[in-house]
């Protein structure tokens, strides 16, 4: 069975006057052994928690931090012109020593994409143009790129990526053609809620799409999975189906987790909808009762 490791979304809603509160949560999570924290991408309130951006705020968590993962989960492309992209993911790689994990999507919310002036029909074009464009620019110096959307001629990128070839890029989806992107820009796919028969449906699909080349075999599988610990008063329902159930135990939870495992998933990001004051406890009951029997 492959190991899972577990990280945990920063997604609650942290009080304004406490700016540091997710930072204590992040340094919380490292103390007690997560593999990663994630924040979303949302530019509107969402009305769900957290809407900073991304990688603003992983910046300061690597700033607060020494060993935890960043992952963008997940980062919606099109809003971000492919050079302003390529560059701020390439200095938060810099100043993380290389522990940023690029998630990144095509995005849904039609009011945001009217909000940037970007057509939300070209969402799937963008995206692809800007991920190969950032491709480009971390791994070549100078780097030229003519795509539908991005220009590039003898450009240097601002800040060359400490990982070489930039950092990992897991692309969120579950259509073909979100699975074809990953297989075609990515080092990984991230679900979110997704069970163990999806997550096997979508590693036998990447192996048809994949073909004889044998990427589909070297990229990671991940996904978000929702968890209310028992105990814990969630502030609002999950986003999908819980993990665990609906009044999971630890050993339900460790058994959906086992499933994933077997399934193939490497990495699993806990969401956790509950009150920003209750997140240490729900890290702590996590670290305590499902961690160790995931070794």
Known sequence: MTLLRLGVSLQPRW?????????????RAEDLGFDHVAVGNRLLDSGFGLDTDPLVLLSAVAGATTRLRLLTSVLVAPYYPALVLANQAATLDVVSEGRLILGVGIG????????VGVPVRERGARTDDHLAAARVLWSERPADFDGPFTKLRAAHLGVPPVTPGGPPVWVGGHSDVALRRALRFGDGWYGTGADAAQVTDVRRRLR???????????????????????GIPAVAPPPGQPIGGAAPTAASVVDDLGRLAEAGLTACTLWLPVAAEHVEEALEWAAAEVMPQLT
Request: glycine share 6%; charged share 25%.
């Open 208 to 230: 048809e799409l994949a073909g004889d080349t044998g990427k589909a075999d070297r990229m990671t599988l991940a996904s978000a999975a929702f968890l209310t610990p028992p």
């Open 15 to 27: 009080p304004l006057d406490d700016g540091t509160a997710a930072l204590r949560a992040a340094r």
């Open 108 to 115: 849904w919310n039609p009011d945001e994409f009217e909000a």
